[in-house]
């Protein structure tokens, strides 16, 4: 009778226990789905190589210590961001990164420094339906990453770097901005632009509509791959932007407009 106890005892706690060991890899791919969401990781050597050090939306970073002037690289995940000091509790220059950056020493600092090895303090945050989360922000930042920052369904996005890098604005079709110097301080500061749904735009050298144009109707990730008449290209030239729905309206009722190609 002891025997069969024991036994039956045995059998019991070896189903008890089943559930809980085979819960354990679940739990394991939960949480390596949730290392996609928005998050921030450094590491020590370009290409993403080195020690890792990763931070989520909202982290506050005042001094690296170890870490201190030693990243040289980004990776960002989700919709987060990650500002970047030069110096300890959010002082000196800084900047925005909201994208990978294999590379910081090709990240420009002040005159002939560069990013890498530089950073001594970050802030993370993250956008949510174009409204900025955490507390990445700073009163010297304030203005230059406005609320409408996302994927607009017709319209368009600029950047201040190519390949849709740096800071970001997007306009929705029907814009006219006659001086983009009043419309987030963007007159000669653009460098890519993307474009959503059947949106063109016209884009001119000079404020009101004057000057030269192009008609874009497509992504261009380099504006200085696109050669200008009577000047290099047209990477920081544009000071003025009409956007449209309609595809067919500009390109053939502004003699002076040229489409992109």
Excluded at 67 to 72: E, G, K, L, M, V
Excluded at 104 to 122: E, F, N
Aim: contains cysteine; hydrophobic residues 30%; charged residues 30%.
């Amino acid at each position: 009778m002891k025997t069969f106890s024991g036994l039956a005892l045995g059998v019991l706690l070896g189903l008890s226990l089943a559930p809980q060991l085979s819960a354990a890899p679940q739990f394991e791919r939960s949480r390596d789905q949730n290392q996609d969401r928005d998050r921030v990781c450094v590491y020590q050597d370009i290409n993403y190589q080195g020690w890792e050090e990763c931070y989520s939306a909202g982290d506050e970073v005042a001094d690296l210590k170890k870490h201190r002037n030693a990243i040289s690289s980004i990776r960002v995940y989700g919709r987060a961001r990650v500002t970047v000091y030069e110096n300890e509790d959010f002082e000196g220059k800084s900047a925005e990164f909201s994208s990978d950056v294999r590379d910081l020493g090709l990240r420009s600092l002040a005159g002939s420094k560069s990013w890498s090895d530089r950073i001594q303090s970050l802030r993370v945050g993250s956008d949510f339906n174009g409204q900025a989360n955490g507390r990445d922000r700073n009163r010297d930042q304030s203005n230059r990453f406005p609320a409408q920052r996302q994927q607009v369904n017709d319209g368009i996005c600029v950047y201040d770097r190519p390949d849709y890098e740096g800071r970001e604005q997007c306009w929705s079709t029907g814009s006219d901005l006659s001086d983009l110097g009043r419309s987030g301080d963007w007159s000669d500061k653009i460098s890519s632009i993307r474009v959503f749904g059947r949106t063109t735009a016209v884009v001119y050298r000079d404020i009101g509509f004057n000057g030269d144009s192009i008609t874009v109707d497509r992504d261009i990730p380099d504006l200085s791959r696109v050669s200008g008449r009577g000047f290099k290209n047209w990477d920081r030239q544009i000071s003025s932007v009409q956007i449209d729905g309609d595809r067919g309206r500009f390109g053939t009722s502004r003699s002076r407009n040229r489409r992109w190609r």
